[in-house]
């Protein structure tokens, strides 16, 4: 069912894609590839309008039993330098379990400096 109609009238401001994948692989494991893309409509201090200001990618190896076997991560496009320092602290999360207690275990491995707000979403 969609949305009524808003209430005001209003002005397009960000848009935020995210789309997940998942794939069988030959080797009994999966894959499961997300993708953040933020933009905005209007020229920033970090960007133009229309242009990525976040581009990021998450691939997730896991076994039948949500076990991570493998993890991968990138930034096409991102707001500050510092950004793609959060990629390489993502392999703290293989061998980890989905599954009950499975944010709290991210934020303590990869959470505040140590990680990115973004690919966390992703996960």
Known sequence: MPLPPPAAQRKHIHTRRIACEVYEREDGLWDVEANM???KTYD???GKAGQPLHNMWVR???SDD???RGIDSSMD???QAV???AVNPMQELVGLKIGAGW???VRKRIGGALG???LRELL
């Open 60 to 62: 997730l190896t896991l």
């Open 83 to 85: 950004c793609p320092m």
């Open 77 to 79: 496009a991102f707001p």
């Open 44 to 46: 920033t201090e970090r």
């Open 116 to 118: 990115c707000t973004h």
């Open 103 to 105: 944010q709290g275990e």
């Open 66 to 68: 949500m076990v991570i």
């Open 37 to 39: 893309i933020d933009t």
